[in-house]
Nanobody
């Protein structure tokens, strides 16, 4: 059984930065594509970023492109989301997700992911 645990959320001022982490246990996820989603109050969960299992391909929602960076450390079985230039509209619960092993594409839909974390809250003050 795979467990994903997010951390790194918190309160930050607009323009600030946070780095979210997603640690996996129960199985090595070095061959899993990984994604980040977020859900703001009253809104549906939306795609934020994803990285292929090789780490060679990354995808971002237009709203975060140029500000967020997804990465992975397979030695630590952890992936990250570096968030810079945060805006109040980035405030949400952020979830990490995993799909594998060795899928031939980078999943960008919720339905394409198998494992999910419980989420970490990000609050951005204006």
């Amino acid at each position: 059984q795979v467990q994903l645990v997010e951390s790194g959320g918190g309160l930050v001022q607009a323009g600030g930065s946070l780095r979210l982490s997603c640690a996996a246990s129960g199985r090595t996820l070095s061959t899993y594509a990984m994604g980040w989603f977020r859900q703001a109050p009253g809104k549906e969960r939306e795609f934020v970023a994803a990285i292929s299992w090789t780490g060679g391909s990354t995808y971002y929602a237009d709203s975060v492109k140029g500000r967020f960076t997804i990465s992975r450390n397979n030695v630590k079985n952890t992936k990250y989301l570096q968030m810079n230039s945060l805006k109040p509209e980035d405030a949400a619960i952020y979830y990490c997700a995993a799909r594998g092993p060795k899928v031939g594409w980078v999943p960008k839909l919720e339905s394409e992911y198998t494992y999910w974390g419980q989420g970490t809250q990000v609050t951005v003050s204006s």
